[in-house]
């Protein structure tokens, strides 16, 4: 059998540290099924928008495989469209979208993504093409 560790491309929630742990933790005790990204964020990488059937290992803040999840399904909307169910699936605890997006603007506005996206002054505005993934766990990968 393959090594999911090994055989699957990585993917990465927040930067490494509490927030990783955090959502990493909402992975696998099922209560995080939806993220939001920046389609700005992929484009600047190079790397394609995720599908609907393709696994993914998830990494933690050392860069180890704890799960494997699969992405459901995949929409780009702009960020005023996003709605309370997808901002409740995230497993981040909002309870409105309008915690759910301060949320997501700290993190968006931090001085480490913008130095990820080299723009000193990125922002994000209602019309913000945002990318919603949902997924499901596959397989707990840490040790019983």
């Known amino acids: 059998m393959t090594d999911p560790a ?75 469209e ?5 901002a409740r699936d995230e497993g981040e605890g909002h309870d409105s979208v309008a915690a759910w997006r301060t949320a997501h603007e700290e993190f968006w506005h931090s001085a480490e993504l913008r130095t990820a996206l080299d723009e000193p002054e990125f922002t994000v505005d209602d019309a913000t093409p ?4 949902r997924f499901r766990l596959v397989d707990d990968l840490q040790p019983a």
């Open 82 to 86: 996003v709605d309370l169910a997808h």
């Open 6 to 80: 090994t055989s699957l491309p990585r993917v990465e929630f927040a930067f490494p540290g509490p927030l990783r742990e955090q959502l990493v933790a909402a992975i696998l005790d099922g209560t995080k099924t939806a993220t939001t990204g920046l389609l700005r964020e992929y484009e600047h990488d190079g790397e394609q928008l995720p599908v609907a059937g393709a696994r993914y290992a998830v990494i933690d803040s050392t860069a180890v495989p704890v799960a494997v999840i699969e992405t459901t399904e995949v929409r780009v909307v702009q960020l005023a």
């Open 130 to 133: 945002v990318v919603l993934e």
